[in-house]
Nanobody, 125 residues
Framework: VQLQAYGGGLVQAGDSLRLSCAAS????????MGWFRQAPGKEREFVAA????????VYPDSVKGRFTIARDNAKNTVYLQMNSLKPEDTAVYYC???????????????????WGQGTLVTVSS
């Protein structure tokens, strides 16, 4: 299984960025997909998740209304559209895949079985 995250970069506060994560080696449509991030010196935290059919999405309050997760099961790809970026969004962003994740666990890193390598997002003020 491979998860390839890309699309990170250096942007200014208020800008937008779209991350992508291409999956291979798994039946993508049967997996819940998530995005997590880790800022320097901090623990990795939950950013967004989307259930198998895309009907349910979950966000923490810190990104709700600014970030949107979406998936294209035909392309085995999950996206994270990030708008109104803030310096505190600076982090390495990771995509993750997990099967049979119940909704109450969807924010937990431990619920995900596969992880991508991460892509760096830097937001300057």
């Amino acid at each position: 299984v491979q998860l390839q995250a890309y699309g990170g970069g250096l942007v200014q506060a208020g800008d937008s960025l779209r991350l992508s994560c291409a999956a291979s080696g798994l039946t993508f449509s049967t997996y819940t997909m998530g995005w997590f991030r880790q800022a320097p010196g901090k623990e990795r935290e939950f950013v967004a998740a989307i259930r198998r059919n895309g009907g349910t999405t979950v966000y923490p309050d810190s990104v709700k209304g600014r970030f949107t997760i979406a998936r294209d099961n035909a392309k085995n790809t999950v996206y994270l559209q990030m708008n109104s970026l803030k310096p505190e969004d600076t982090a390495v962003y990771y995509c993750a895949a997990g099967r049979d994740i119940i909704l109450s666990n969807i924010r937990s890193q431990n619920a995900y079985h596969y992880w991508g390598q991460g892509t760096l997002v830097t937001v300057s003020s």
